[in-house]
Every structure is written in structure tokens, then in C-alpha cells.
Nanobody, 116 residues
């Protein structure tokens, strides 16, 4: 079993920054991908960023140049550094880990609100 615990969300002003963390408990092995999704009210969940075991990354076009995903394999933790936040970034952010041959695991979600 894999449990994901997210932290670092909150309320920030436009242009501000937040750093989300997601720590995975339990073994996720070395072959996996970790990422962040988000879902705004009334909207579908969308991929924000993903990082695979080899540190290759992929970002949604809407966050490129502003968000940075990283991971600490020793700690089984993935981070999302969010800079230059915009109101449209407001959403519940969900951590996800895809463990090959075992399946997907999700965090409970953490609120990010960007507002004046």
C-alpha cells in the first residue's frame, strides 16, 4: 500500500509563490512516475506536471516557465514549486504516483487559492 501526504497549500496573492510537497509512504520502487494534477470547481482534473524516475519532466503549457517539479527519491517525495501564481491556478492540487505493475495512487488533495 502507498499513502501520499500533501502539504504546502494555502492562500497567496497573485504573483506569489507556493511550494507543494507530497511524501509517499510505503515502497514505490524505482520504476515510477510522480506528478501533480489539479481540479478547479466545475472543471475536469488536469495534469500539471509529472516527473519520472529518471528526472525527466513534463508540464502543462499553462504552467511552463512558472512551475518546477522535482523529486527526492531517497525521501519518496515530489515537490511542485509554483511561482508567479495567477488566479487561474486556483484549484485543488492532487499528488499522484504511478507505480509500474502496481497501479496509481492519489493524495487527498490540497487547496491552492490565488486571490487578492
Amino acid at each position: 500500500q502507498v499513502q501520499l501526504v500533501e502539504s504546502g497549500g494555502g492562500l497567496v496573492q497573485p504573483g506569489g509563490s507556493l511550494r507543494l510537497s507530497c511524501a509517499a509512504s510505503g515502497s514505490i520502487g524505482s520504476l515510477n512516475a510522480m506528478g501533480w494534477y489539479r481540479q478547479a470547481p466545475g472543471k475536469q482534473r488536469e495534469l500539471v506536471a509529472v516527473i519520472i524516475s529518471g528526472s525527466r519532466t513534463n508540464y502543462a503549457d499553462s504552467v511552463k516557465g512558472r512551475f518546477t517539479i522535482s523529486r527526492d527519491n531517497a525521501k519518496n517525495t515530489v515537490y511542485l514549486q509554483m511561482n508567479s501564481l495567477k488566479p487561474e491556478d486556483t484549484a485543488v492540487y492532487y499528488c499522484n504516483v504511478a507505480v509500474y505493475f502496481r497501479g496509481n495512487f492519489w493524495g487527498q488533495g490540497i487547496q491552492v487559492t490565488v486571490s487578492s
